[in-house]
């Protein structure tokens, strides 16, 4: 079965901190990359984070870098996002995507395989 299970999300305040987790079937753990991306009602959905699972490199969106750290436990199939010192702008539906070989990292079309969201809320 190919399926990212995502879970973790919920309402912080403004400065809070939240860690989400996606856990990928065995088909759905990229050779590539797993990535978090965060959608907005009338938005398109916007890459957050990457962890190439091979090289281990990281890659962020300016607007989270330094607050954000993306990791994976690759026995589990597990990638986890830790969001400290969260922001109002930082609510969202957050996505976990399984990317294909080829392509940025950033690109939602790069992203054959995505989790069902989960929702997160800061408040101020």
């Known amino acids: 079965q190919v399926q990212l299970v995502e879970s973790g999300g919920g309402s912080a305040q403004a400065g809070g901190s939240l860690r989400l987790s996606c856990v990928a079937s065995?088909?759905?753990?990229?050779?590539?990359?797993m990535a978090w991306f965060r959608q907005t009602p009338g938005k398109e959905r916007e890459g957050v984070a990457a962890?190439?699972?091979?090289?281990?490199?990281?890659y962020y969106a300016d607007s989270v870098k330094g607050r954000f750290t993306i990791s994976q436990d690759r026995f589990s199939r597990t990638i986890y996002l830790q969001m400290n010192n969260l922001k109002v702008e930082d609510s969202g539906i957050y996505f976990c995507?399984?990317?294909?070989?080829?392509?940025?990292?950033?690109?939602?079309?790069?992203?054959?395989?995505w989790g069902q969201g989960t929702q997160v809320t800061v408040s101020s």
């Open positions: 995507g399984s990317k294909k070989e080829g392509g940025t990292w950033s690109e939602a079309s790069n992203y054959p395989i």
């Open positions: 065995a088909s759905a753990y990229s050779t590539a990359a």
């Open positions: 962890i190439y699972t091979s090289s281990q490199y990281t």
